[in-house]
């Protein structure tokens, strides 16, 4: 049975773009989290500490070393204020 050679060059695109595709997801999300694999099953631990690690270091994924919280983690809060009425 002969091979259809003429296939191979959709296949080899479709294989291409796929792969391409993939791979700049991967890189874009890891570009957001600063070069840390993505987080999955996040419960409500991880989101108390991602919520503290952006009051300390301003990004989700930042972690400080420091013992001592810098002068602004003092005054801003976990607790956000809801509006009335809504």
Same mark, same amino acid.
């Given at each position: 049975?002969?091979?259809? @050679?003429?296939?191979?060059?959709?296949? !080899?695109?479709?294989?291409?773009?796929?792969?391409? !595709?993939?791979?700049?997801?991967?890189?874009? %999300?890891?570009?957001?989290?600063? !070069? %840390?694999?993505?987080?999955?099953?996040?419960?409500?631990?991880?989101?108390?500490?991602?919520?503290?690690? %952006?009051?300390?270091?301003?990004?989700?994924? !930042?972690?400080?070393?420091?013992?001592?919280?810098?002068?602004?983690?003092?005054?801003?809060?976990? @607790?956000?204020?809801?509006?009335?009425?809504?």
């Amino acid at each position: 049975m002969p091979v259809p @050679w003429e296939a191979l060059i959709p296949f !080899g695109l479709l294989t291409t773009m796929f792969a391409a !595709g993939g791979t700049l997801l991967n890189v874009s %999300k890891r570009a957001q989290n600063q !070069g %840390k694999p993505i987080r999955y099953h996040i419960d409500s631990w991880d989101e108390m500490m991602m919520d503290r690690d %952006k009051r300390l270091t301003g990004h989700l994924r !930042g972690q400080a070393a420091e013992p001592v919280a810098p002068e602004t983690f003092a005054t801003n809060s976990v @607790w956000y204020t809801e509006r009335v009425g809504q």
